[in-house]
DNA sequence: TATTATAATGACTTAATAGTCATATTTCAA
DNA sequence: TTGAAATATGACTATTAAGTCATTATAATA
C-alpha cells in the first residue's frame, strides 16, 4: 500500500475514532487533523470537503459489511438459511463496531450532517441492501417458505429495522460487550420474530 | 387563551412549518422570527435558546398522540385489539403530520440537534411510549394470547420500530396521501407481521 | 549535488448564526 | 391622562468552524 493510500486510510480511521469519542456533531476538521497528527491542509488533499471524508466513512464501514454478508448468505441455501446467516453476520458486523454505531444509532441517529450529494450516496447504499434482501425473501415466497400475502421490499425494510432496533435496545440498556452465544441468541430472536410473529398460534 | 399564549403557540406552529419546508438543519432563530412576523429577540422571550424551542417543537406533537392513542386503546379488550388500535392511530397520527415526519425519518432522522437535557427528554418520552406499549404485551402473554419466550420490552421497541419503518417506506415511494383504506391495509399489514411473522405456516 | 515535483503546513479569511441588550412600543391600572 | 410595567425590537457581539493558499519541507530524478 502506497504512502498515499496510508494517510487517506488513516484521515478514515481517526475520523472513525473520534466519531465514536464524541460524535458526529461535534466533529471537525481540526480535530480530525489533531486526531491524525497532520496539517488541516492536508485533510483536503485527500478529501474534498467534510461532506466527502464523512461519504467514506459512512460507504466504508458498509461496504465491509456488505461483503461479509455476500459471502456467507451466499454459503446458504434456503430463503430461510439466508435470512438466518443474513441476520447473523448483521448483528455480527455491529458489534465488532459497536462503539461506532452507538454514535449512530443512539447519539445521533442520522445523516443530518451530510449534503444532498452524499445523502444520496447514503440512500443508494441503503436500497442496495434491502434490494438485495427483498430478493432472498422473493426466492422464498416463490419456493413456498414465505407468505405470498407479504410485499418483498416492504418486508426488507422491515427485516434491517428489526436487526438496527434489536442492538438500539441492547446498547440502551448497556450492552455492548455480547458473547458469541448473546449474539446467537438475539440473532434467533428476531428471526423468530420476522419468521412467526408474537402470537401463540 | 391569552396573547403570551398565541404567541408561543404561533412560534411553535411557525418552526414546525419550517422544519417541513426546509428541515432542521437549516432551521435557525433568523428564520423562525421571520417566520412568525417577529423579532428574533422575541422568540427569545418564549423558548430559552434554540435547543429548548426544538425540544418543545417535538414534544408538543407527541403528547398529542399519545393522548389519542391511550383514549382508544382504553376502549379496547384484549391485547392483540389494543395492539391493532395502537398501530392504527400511531399510523394516523404521522399520515396527519406527514411532512413533518417525513423530514424527521427521511432528510434528518434524528436528535443530532439537540443539547445532553433535550435528548434525555426524548428518550425519557420514547421510553414513556414503548413501556405502554410493552405492559399490553405482557398482558397478553398473560392472558395467553402472546408467546411467552419473548421479552415484552424489547417488542415493544421493535414495534414501533415497524410502525416507523413502514411509514419511510411510504414516504420513499412517495405515497404521502393515504386514503383511509391504505391506512387500514398498512395496519393489518403490520400487524400480521407483528402477529405471524412472514412464514407459511 | 542540484533541480524539479510532490506533499504538507497552519495562519488566515470568510461565513454563518446563536444569543444579547439598550432602546422603543404597547398595555393597563390608578 | 399618565407613567410604570410588560412586551417587542433588531443591530450588534461573540463564537465557531469550514475551507484557502502562500510558504516550507520532503522526495524523486537527473
Given amino acids: 500500500m ?6 487517506y486510510e488513516l484521515i478514515l ?4 475514532k473520534l466519531i465514536e469519542e464524541i460524535g458526529f456533531s461535534a466533529l471537525t476538521m481540526d480535530k480530525v487533523a489533531q486526531k491524525a497528527g497532520i496539517a488541516k491542509g492536508t485533510v483536503y488533499l485527500y478529501f474534498k470537503d467534510k ?10 464501514g ?11 448468505v451466499g454459503n446458504e441455501n434456503g430463503a ?13 458486523h455491529i458489534y465488532e463496531n459497536r462503539y461506532f454505531f452507538k454514535t449512530i444509532f443512539l447519539d445521533e441517529v442520522n445523516v443530518v450532517f451530510l449534503k444532498k450529494k452524499s445523502k444520496e450516496s447514503y440512500n443508494l447504499r441503503r436500497k442496495r441492501y434491502t434490494d ?5 425473501i422473493k426466492s422464498g415466497i416463490e419456493s413456498g417458505e414465505f407468505r405470498k400475502d407479504i410485499n418483498n421490499s416492504k418486508t426488507a425494510y422491515m427485516l434491517v429495522a ?20 448473546m449474539i446467537e441468541k438475539d440473532t434467533e430472536e428476531i428471526l423468530n420474530l420476522f419468521m412467526r410473529g408474537i402470537s401463540v398460534k
Same sequence: chains 1, 2.
Fill in 2 to 7: 502506497s504512502e498515499i493510500q496510508d494517510k
Fill in 13 to 16: 480511521a481517526s475520523s472513525r
Fill in 51 to 60: 461532506d466527502d471524508l464523512l461519504e467514506k466513512v459512512l460507504s466504508s
Fill in 62 to 72: 458498509f461496504e465491509k459489511m456488505f461483503e461479509r454478508i455476500k459471502i456467507r
Fill in 80 to 92: 430461510f438459511n439466508k435470512l438466518q446467516s443474513l441476520i447473523n453476520e448483521n448483528i455480527r
Fill in 132 to 136: 438485495y434482501i427483498a430478493d432472498i
Fill in 162 to 181: 428489526l436487526i438496527k432496533t434489536g442492538a438500539i435496545y441492547n446498547f440502551l440498556n448497556g450492552m455492548f460487550d455480547l458473547t458469541s452465544e
